[in-house]
């Protein structure tokens, strides 16, 4: 099956004082119906790689092609009909929700660009339904909500859309921890009863283990392993993935591994690899 979402040797940088690589020569894709997680420790490059995708970073060099077309910069996208089936879910739903706006009329947004389509619409309480939330809380706003309510609501909006391309960047960190694998198990059901693809990033790979078909990890800005998921779980092959999994607390997850603190890896991961910061 041709790729849903393309990115080739990407190559994001953020230019000020200094020039920061936060992607240094990814390339991965995304196929219809399928769940790719990104994993990654806190600064590897997670979001700017998610930003590149949707359009909201330059590529400083490489692509990211959405059904073999260059994704534009965020405002051409939002006005060319070929990328409105690719929707975000960010970490922070206070970054993507309007205070404002009545909670029913932010997925009614949702559910305009996917008539807009021509993809069949739902009502805002049936999401909401979706996505474990009373109906009575179309009619309020965002700041009355819980931190938890508010992710679960722009995950209802990102569906609504009917999105092709789901990308989510932590959508699950703003929840309890109670809550966080069904929210997570039940953005891959809604994406892929719809045949979209999901890059769902995370840095907690107890999830990605329930969700993701493959596996890709992140580190310093370019991918060190990926993988079908469980084999990513079950035979880490590169010592960051392993370093990652042993740091699962034992009652959540994995609790297998020996302990193998960074610290302990070998030397050729650890230092930093001259390329990005020596380079530019
Ligand atoms: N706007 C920016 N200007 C300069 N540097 C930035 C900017 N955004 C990110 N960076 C840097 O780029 C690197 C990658 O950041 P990024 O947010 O992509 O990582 P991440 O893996 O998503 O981290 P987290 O999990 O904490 O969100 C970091 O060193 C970060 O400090």
Redesign the pocket.
Known sequence: MSALLNVDDLVVE?H?TSV?R?VDGVSLSIAPGEVLALV??????????ARAVVGMEKPHSGSVRYRGNTVPLLGVRRRDKAFTSIQMVF?DPNSSLNPRIKVGAQITEGIRTALARGEAGSSPEEWLERVGLPTAMVSRYAHELSGGQRQRVAIARALAARPELLVA??PISALDASSQASVADMMRRLALDAGAGLLF?S?DLAIVRLIADRTVV?YR?AIVESGASERIWDEPAHPYTQALLAAIPEPDGRGMLPAAPAAEAPLSWRTPVPTALDRV
């Open positions: 953020y000020g920061v936060a990654g420790e806190s600064g590897c490059g997670k979001s700017s790689l970490q960047d932590e990033i840095h992140m800005g």
